[in-house]
């Protein structure tokens, strides 16, 4: 692990609080509630999707992987276009593309034109998202800060509910040849309301001019972005494809040697006193390396769990989609409000918080593992899983919104965006590849067995070790909080 560096200078000695963060956080929250919301929507509306527009299932599964590209490959670009040119106009922009592409979406003929408007969809929102990192670290201080990440890990919670029943309300009333149709369209009228509200709300400029004082400081460095694009896009993508040949696996090491060579453009820059796209200098404050590990390390182990719950439901016990999307409330409701008191003790308590997440979400794994061998045994019934889910949803409140306030706690303002990006691509990948990982472990088990419960406890059994690995990253970083103090 790294240490601090001492070559970033803290910035709350000149910090004086906006009387309007609130509302301008109010409207962060709204937009991705809006854009969290539409992912959970559309997983429930793929059927049908595919029976509306007759769909083959490699179209259809680009519905989901050509936004979950396009999102990914841009998030750190997005983070530092905000960081030059002022994140309140990219944040706009995003709301705007994201608005129009789920009219597109809506209004689609063919799978085709659908997958497009889904790519733009992506877009726009990894231009949002990075931006209401970056605006949050740059209205927030303090325990303010922490309360502002809490309520931004609360809603994400909430979305992780409210978007299944949502989709699965619209398509019931509206049925299943329009229904789909809407649970896009419903997104032109939030849309409409946060742009109105943004304009109104946000501060002129929108952008604070001691981070973009000089010409080279406001350097995009279009190149740097380029090449690590085409790295995540090889990392991630024979994750996302799935079905593919498997000659897309070649990409992986392809994506490694362009990250590679991504890191000494971002140096040659550096030493030619340019400004480059991430000052890799950020690297050496072990708080940002170490948050940002354990963190990729999380996502990778809890994202996938959930797949694995629709899995073993449907395809093991036969339950329906929305007996199976229910199974989850309990343990969203229960990651909302242990984010909000997160939120609110971090700045108190520290790596504490997170570490206690942890625990919980390893408590959490261990007793739906416990829960689907008694179910195996027949001393125990599968529902069960909605206290052992509600404790995995205890930890994950209390791991993700702390561990950002921590994570770009000692990162500079001027850095807020491009930093927030590569957290979140870190998030991204981590969960693409946890995804892919617990599901192969699976169906390996099922295979092997033909029994999904066997299957569902391999799969949790890894994700286990993972979250292992990342308790251990949250130690280290805890350690050497106290020894630096």
Not at 157 to 180: K, R, T
Request: glycine share 12%; aromatic share 10%.
């Amino acid at each position: 692990m790294v240490q601090s560096s001492s070559n970033f200078v803290a910035e709350d000695a000149i910090f004086s609080p906006d009387p309007r963060r609130w509302r301008i956080l109010a409207v962060l929250i709204v937009v991705l509630f809006m854009s969290l919301i539409d992912v959970g929507i559309v997983n429930v509306a793929i059927p049908s999707i595919q029976s509306g527009l007759g769909a083959s299932d490699a179209e259809i599964q680009w519905v989901l992987a050509g936004y979950a590209l396009t999102f990914g490959i841009g998030l750190v670009t997005a983070g530092r276009a905000g960081d030059v040119y002022g994140r309140g106009p990219l944040f706009i922009l995003g709301i705007i593309i994201f608005t129009i592409s789920s009219v597109a979406c809506g209004l689609a003929q063919s799978a085709l034109t659908l997958n497009i408007a889904r790519a733009v969809q992506g877009i726009g929102s990894c231009l949002i998202s990075p931006q209401v990192v970056g605006m949050i670290q740059h209205y927030f201080r303090g325990e303010e800060r922490g309360r502002a990440f809490g309520i931004f890990g609360s809603a994400a919670a909430a979305s992780f509910v409210v978007g299944p029943l949502l989709g699965g309300y619209i398509i019931m009333i509206a049925g299943a040849e329009a229904g789909w149709r809407w649970t896009f369209l419903i997104n032109l009228p939030v849309g409409i309301l946060a742009i109105v509200l943004a304009w109104l709300w946000f501060p002129r400029p929108m952008w604070n001019p001691r981070e973009s004082s000089t010409d080279t400081e406001r350097s995009l460095d279009p190149i740097g972005a380029l090449i690590l694009g085409v790295a995540v896009l090889g990392l991630l993508l024979p994750f996302v494809e799935g079905r593919g040949s498997a000659w897309v696996w070649l990409s992986i090491p392809a994506g490694l040697g362009a990250l590679a060579v991504w890191v000494g453009w971002e140096k040659r820059l550096k030493r030619q006193g340019k400004q480059p796209m991430v000052d890799l200098a950020i690297f050496k404050v072990s708080s940002f390396f170490n948050g940002t590990l354990m963190i990729s390390l999380f996502f990778a182990s809890s994202t996938g769990i959930w797949v694995l719950v629709a899995l073993y439901l449907q395809n093991g016990l036969g339950h329906t989609a929305f007996a199976s999307g229910s199974i989850g409330v309990p343990g969203a409701i229960a990651s909302s409000l242990s984010a909000l008191w997160g939120g609110k003790n971090v700045g108190r308590r520290g790596r504490a918080v997170v570490l206690a997440g942890m625990y919980f979400a390893a408590a959490g794994i261990m007793l739906s593992i416990l829960v689907v061998w008694l179910r195996s045994e027949g001393l125990a019934s599968e529902w069960l899983l909605l206290g052992s889910l509600g404790v995995l949803g205890i930890g994950q409140g209390l791991v993700v919104s702390p561990n950002q306030t921590l994570t770009l706690a000692e990162v500079p303002i001027r850095y807020a965006g491009s930093s927030g990006g590569i957290m979140q691509t870190g998030q991204r990948i981590g969960s693409t590849v946890g995804i892919a990982i617990l599901t192969a472990t699976a169906f390996g088990a099922h295979i092997a067995f033909d029994d999904w419960g066997i299957a569902f406890m391999a799969g949790l059994g890894v994700a286990l070790l993972i979250t292992v690995a990342a308790t251990w990253v949250a130690f280290l970083d805890q350690r050497q909080r106290k020894s630096s103090r």
